[in-house]
C-alpha cells in the first residue's frame, strides 16, 4: 500500500461534475491529520483547493471553489473525497492528494505537508 493514491479525475464541460477520491494508508489516517487537495495548472503554482481534518467536523475550502466544491471523508474506508460541482476551465489541473506533518500553520501552505500522492488530472472545457 502506497500512503496517498488519487481517482477519480476525468473531461467535462463546464458546469459538469467530477468527484475525486485519496485513499489514505493507516499510518496517515489518525485523527486530527489534515488530508489537503492541491492543484497545479501548467506554468502556475501549485494552490490548495480545500482539506479536512481527519475525524473531526473541520474543513477548509479556497475562495475560488467555495460553495462548488466539498471536501468529506469515509473513515471506514480511510478514504478522503472532493466533490467537485459546477466546474469551471479555471478549475483545470492535476490534483493532488497530500497529508501534513506541522499543525501549526494555515491548510494552505505547501510546506505543510509531506506526502503527496502522483496526482490525478481534471480538464474542464468550455
Known amino acids: 500500500p502506497v500512503p496517498l493514491v488519487e481517482s477519480g479525475g476525468g473531461s467535462v464541460h463546464t458546469g459538469g461534475s467530477l468527484r475525486l477520491s485519496c485513499t489514505v494508508s493507516?499510518?496517515?489516517?489518525?485523527?486530527?491529520?489534515?488530508v489537503a487537495w492541491f492543484r497545479q495548472a501548467p506554468g502556475k503554482e501549485r494552490e490548495g483547493v480545500a482539506a479536512?481534518?481527519?475525524?473531526?467536523?473541520?474543513?477548509f475550502y479556497a475562495d475560488s471553489v467555495k460553495d462548488r466544491f466539498t471536501i468529506s471523508q469515509d473513515n471506514a474506508k480511510n478514504m478522503v473525497y472532493l466533490q467537485m460541482n459546477s466546474l469551471k476551465p479555471e478549475d483545470t489541473g492535476m490534483y493532488y492528494c497530500?497529508?501534513?506533518?506541522?499543525?501549526?500553520?494555515?491548510?494552505?501552505?505547501?510546506?505543510?505537508?509531506?506526502?503527496w500522492g502522483r496526482g490525478t488530472q481534471v480538464t474542464v472545457s468550455s
Open positions: 497530500a497529508a501534513d506533518w506541522v499543525s501549526y500553520t494555515r491548510w494552505y501552505r505547501l510546506n505543510a505537508y509531506d506526502n
Open positions: 493507516d499510518a496517515l489516517y489518525t485523527t486530527g491529520k489534515r
Open positions: 479536512v481534518l481527519i475525524n473531526t467536523d473541520a474543513t
